[in-house]
């Protein structure tokens, strides 16, 4: 390869950046659009859920099941709605306007009384949003136990429970969803930036035709691919400090970590992501083509196989393998842990490790791929 | 006229469907991740690292521990000696949940006390932590209540619709629509961008054809794509992974259409307002990913402010889902889901009016 000749890069890293500046929509994806999606991802996303909208069926006018209902109500984590048929409630669950039925029979006091231990009080969930479904049958027995406890106090007795489970949450005490989530966005939103500003850059030059007078120029393959990276990487390091300012200072995120690792770590994702842009954009040639190919390789891989909403362990092995191919993973991993628990240095090594051989795996493809001919 | 409409149509599929490339983009990512989402997009946890700290060593927490180990949400019991190591692990993220029985822990419920377990949850994935605390503490509640006395009353849970709450099952229907929503947006939003670019736009305004017949003529390839994939993706899931499909093909086919018209109809408007397909690209992309965050498929709708509860009145996708989850699971018939079809239509309406305007505007 021949030498880099700075002058001449330094004249495609300009004309690259008033491409860039003179493109409203590429100011729109750096700025705009990732305080758009932080915001959506972390108010939208809420999976602390809260006030979920429950039927009650109560049949039973005796005091116990007046008092089931009390504490239901009481519950900051359902809103009820009194219902008179079963039919009726289902049908308003199926619609979705409700998410469970707590059904208490007409014969429920006199069961109790017998004491036979079959006094039931039925929970029905909307297993169609399996996660709301297991939050509403665990927020519904612990109004249960509330329930029998006070029952029992009624009569004079104080059982204390055998086992009392301590919780604590590191990091985030009042185990806030968005604390984490936040983070875990930002891998997100940086992956589609990264992806979409270079993913078209080639393959417009070719379909326009400029890259015919491109090649026509003494430029060569290292220059043209930096003139490529170098911009757009400034505007993906400008964008990511906007990210930041956003969820610390808007969004109250608290950031423990070191802005150097933050920076070093950004740097060698945005090396990923623009790498991977910019092979799709090399190979694809069609813009057409390089879009849906962005996207699909993207938005969705970082969303679900990242490991920032959904656990990787669960997955199956070999889905477990793939999620180490995707660069969203180290970077949602490293931003949680900076954000929340600070600078863990094995931790963060490792994730380095990890995305700087992408980020070389990408890089590398993309100048295997850069031809200096027309062919 | 209707001649003459259908040979744009079928001009419109020869430039999609032309280009292998263009074919395969089509096709494989549609495949890839109908094979790979649904295992991944789960939030249950299983196989995942419990670390525990045992000060007692008695007989009653090396029971719990050998329980514990039999979960499937534990696979991997790491036993750890001091605090630090305890911290270590959470720190490292080589567990997910830490427990420490303290040293009195065995006589206090020897002697009839109350037992204290503490538990350590990892802020960083505090969900997944609360999930997985959840299976523990039903191993202890179990342990807890074979030792204590029976209760009057109980507590019966019944799922509908996920009987076992199958997380495949909700994740496989909304990917009908979360997948489907990338190839159509694409396919209307760049079309006219793309006649831009390449100066071909021009020539067909000096065809007989007018604004309305080239905007139909650029949203029936796009329905089409959503339909075909959607019904790809539909039968995949029925057939392949078993969910269960209880309510009406014809409703399902018919709720594709109007989710194909509306997402043409935004299609067709982004592509209406942008200069060239990077554009359109932003475009697309600028509304598709808010719209798959609000369409409920990650959290329910409820859960969310006032404000993004309402942006997401105007999202078809948060239409589109319940009606397939009607489909699939709940039994729906046209009855059960009119009130989900009208709005996708309105938006259709709304859109396609909106992108039409524009586009006699630029016209003009």
Known sequence: MKKLNPRRLWALCRKESYQIVRDPSSILVAFILPVILLFVMGYAINLDADHMRIGLLREDPGPAAVRLEQTLRASRYFEVHAGTSRDGLVTRMAHGEIRGIVIVKGDFTSKLKQGHGDAAIQVLTDGAEPNTAAFIAAYARGAFDTWQQGLAADLGAHPSPALDLRLRTWFNPSNVSRNFLVPGSIAVVMTIIGALLTSLVVAREWERGTMEALLATPVTKAELLMSKIIPYYILGMLAMVLCLGVSVFLMGVPFRGSLAALFGLSTLFLGCALGMGLFLSTVLRSQFNAALAALTSAFLPALMLSGFVFEIDSMPKILQFLTRIIPARYFASSLQTLFQAGTVGALLWVNALGLGLLMLFWLGLTAWKTRRTLD | ?364
């Open chain 2, 1 to 364: 006229m209707l001649n003459r409409l259908l040979c744009l149509i079928i001009k419109e599929f020869q430039v999609i469907l032309g280009d292998t490339r263009a074919r395969t983009m089509l096709i494989m990512p549609v495949v890839l991740q109908t094979l790979i989402f649904p295992f991944a997009a789960t939030l249950e946890v299983r196989n995942s690292t419990l670390a525990i700290f045992n000060q007692d060593g008695g007989q009653a927490s090396v029971e719990l521990i050998q329980r514990l180990s039999r979960t499937a949400a534990f696979s991997k019991i790491a036993m750890v000696q001091d605090d630090g190591a305890m911290q270590e692990a959470l720190d490292q993220q080589k567990a997910l949940l830490a427990l420490r029985f303290p040293m009195d822990f065995s006589r206090c419920l020897a002697s009839g006390k109350t037992a204290q377990v503490q538990v350590l949850l990892d802020g960083r994935r505090s969900n997944s932590g609360q999930i997985a605390a959840g299976y523990a503490s039903q191993v202890f509640q179990d342990y807890g209540a074979e030792r204590g006395a029976q209760p009057a009353s109980t507590l019966s849970v019944r799922n509908l619709y996920n009987p076992n709450l199958e997380f495949k099952w909700h994740v496989l229907p909304s990917l009908v629509a979360i997948i489907t929503t990338i190839g159509c947006l694409i396919v209307t939003a760049l079309s006219v961008a793309r006649e831009r670019e390449e100066g071909t736009f021009d020539q067909l305004l000096v065809s007989p054809l007018t604004p309305a017949y080239i905007m139909a003529g650029k949203a029936v390839p796009g329905v089409a794509i959503a339909v075909v994939q959607g019904s790809f993706i539909a039968v995949a899931a029925a057939w392949g992974y078993g969910v269960p499909f209880t309510g009406s093909v014809p409703l399902l086919l018919t709720g594709m259409v109007f989710y194909g018209l509306a997402l043409a109809g935004v299609g067709l408007f982004i592509s209406s307002i942008s200069e060239n397909q990077q554009q359109a690209f932003l475009g697309v992309f600028a509304f598709m990913a808010p719209a798959v965050m609000l369409s409920g498929y990650v959290a329910p709708i409820e859960n969310m402010p006032r404000f993004f509860q309402w942006v997401a009145i105007c999202d078809p996708l948060s239409y589109f889902i319940p009606i397939l989850k009607g489909c699939f699971l709940k039994d729906f018939g046209f009855r059960d889901a009119w009130h989900l079809l009208w709005p996708l239509l309105a938006i259709a309406l709304v859109t396609l009016s909106a992108a039409l305007r524009l586009f006699r505007r630029h016209i003009a």
